[in-house]
């Protein structure tokens, strides 16, 4: 379960609930929100790593925009054979929760769709802005046309682990947002790949990550406090090596994660944005 809010975090995240005005779901995220920041000195780096690998990349003048809807670099990819598969995998899961769902299918499917976003900045700003309307609109049809497109863009992002402990939360406070436990076992479903992806000792045996925050969320999971990171390309392969105490054991160690998905797809974004993208960037 996630921890309780702590006094610094609250004055940051928690919205007064106030009965005679409108409900805000973030207030009812507090715990995510909280949860994801955690490790907020480890994203720190990595963002700031990722800032200096797409610097390099770009040729300098770096100004790193969110992927949006209205950027096309993934018109580029050649990938959407997948996004039927991944709709019906997550037809799937909503209808039935397979007890032998593929977890790790479903993510990657997921890393090859039009709509994959690594970071989900954007995702997750949408489906507040629709939630604040199902929540608070006096017209019913207004309302529940917001709870079709929240519930549409939850399942266009089910394998993004931020976007379902997004949904997790407001499902425990409203039904209307879904069954909740159903977001407990896609979570644990999702951190449980992720976990099982690798041993993280070598670089052949790295965890893989397919969105930004699986990484923050894996230390979380694993017990692992960084001391030191390193962001490395090689060729086409893009990973993490950072060295950790395991704050279960005290080991100290190393652990590999490896980056290329979402890091390729950022470096092919800002590519785009600069107009010299290259077809076929992630599975040269």
């Known amino acids: 379960s996630a921890p ?12 007064i609930k106030n009965s005679k005005g409108p409900v ?17 000195v480890m994203r720190h780096i990595f963002y700031y790593s990722l800032f200096l690998i797409l610097s390099s990349v770009s040729g300098g003048g770096f100004a790193y925009a969110q992927p949006t ?7 580029y990819r050649q990938s959407y054979l997948a996004n039927p598969y991944y709709n019906q995998m997550a037809t799937e899961a909503l209808e039935h929760k397979p007890p032998r769902f593929d977890f790790m299918k479903f993510r990657s499917y997921y890393s090859q769709t039009r709509q994959y ?9 949408d489906l507040d802005e629709l939630a604040f309307i199902v929540m608070n609109d006096d017209d019913p049809e207004r ?11 939850v399942k266009d992002h089910l394998a993004h682990i931020d976007v379902v402990l997004h949904a997790l939360a407001l499902a425990r ?11 407990q076992w896609v979570r644990d479903g999702l ?7 690798g041993d993280g000792y070598t670089l052949a045996g790295a965890y893989d990550v397919i969105t930004l925050s699986e990484e923050t969320m894996l230390f ?36 590999f994660v490896n980056t290329s998905i979402p890091m390729r797809y950022l470096e092919a974004l800002e590519k785009d944005r600069k107009g010299g993208f290259l077809p076929g960037w992630q599975w040269q």
């Open 117 to 125: 976003d690594p970071m989900g900045t954007r995702i997750l700003k």
């Open 143 to 153: 309302a529940a046309t917001a709870l079709f497109g929240y519930k549409t863009l």
């Open 220 to 255: 979380n999971r694993m017990g692992f406090q960084q001391i030191d990171s390193q962001m490395v390309k090689e060729s086409i392969v893009y990973y993490n090596m950072h060295d950790i105490v395991d704050v279960n054991t005290g080991e100290k160690r190393a652990v």
């Open 69 to 75: 809807s209205e950027v096309k670099a993934t018109d």
């Open 4 to 15: 309780a809010s702590s006094p610094k975090s609250s004055s940051k995240l928690t919205l």
């Open 24 to 40: 805000n779901p973030a207030f009812f995220i507090g715990r995510f929100k909280y949860y994801r920041g955690k490790m907020g």
């Open 191 to 197: 951190m449980n790949t992720v976990v099982i992806s």
């Open 173 to 183: 406070e409203d039904r209307r947002f879904g069954d909740y436990k159903f977001y």
